[in-house]
């Protein structure tokens, strides 16, 4: 390789697991997270058949959680899409740990918004953590 050699641009690259766009756009990292999440989730929903909750509750945070939360910091989303989308796993997963209770139900039980008062004092993501930290830590 020369000095004159020019390198090609690209519109996206992903650099330690993380989908970086030429224009910051996180949607196609957060689409990422959330199907490789919610087919984990799948996986484990197919394969814990017992009802649990302390043991469907570990098996989330060993699993799932880590997907959500590997370099939350860098993409942290702000638009309302891509919070419903990672919200979406969230629920799903509460629901679960629940033993399949009805989505107003865990709601109701231990689900707050992701975007919230509470929530944006230590970040969003942090504040999902937390938020529903009540109902599966």
Known sequence: MSLLDVLETTSSARYLGVDISDNLNWSQQISRVTNKANSSLGFLRRNIPTRNQQLRSAAYKAVV??????????????????????????????????????????????????????????GQMQGLYLCTRSCMD
């Open 65 to 122: 959680r880590p997907q959500l939360q590997y370099a939350a910091s860098v993409w942290d989303p702000h638009l309302v899409t891509l919070i419903n989308q990672v919200e979406a796993v969230q629920r799903r997963a509460a629901r679960w740990v629940m033993s399949d209770l009805e989505e107003h139900q865990v709601s109701q039980i231990c689900y707050k918004p992701y975007v919230g008062e509470a929530c944006n004092k230590g």
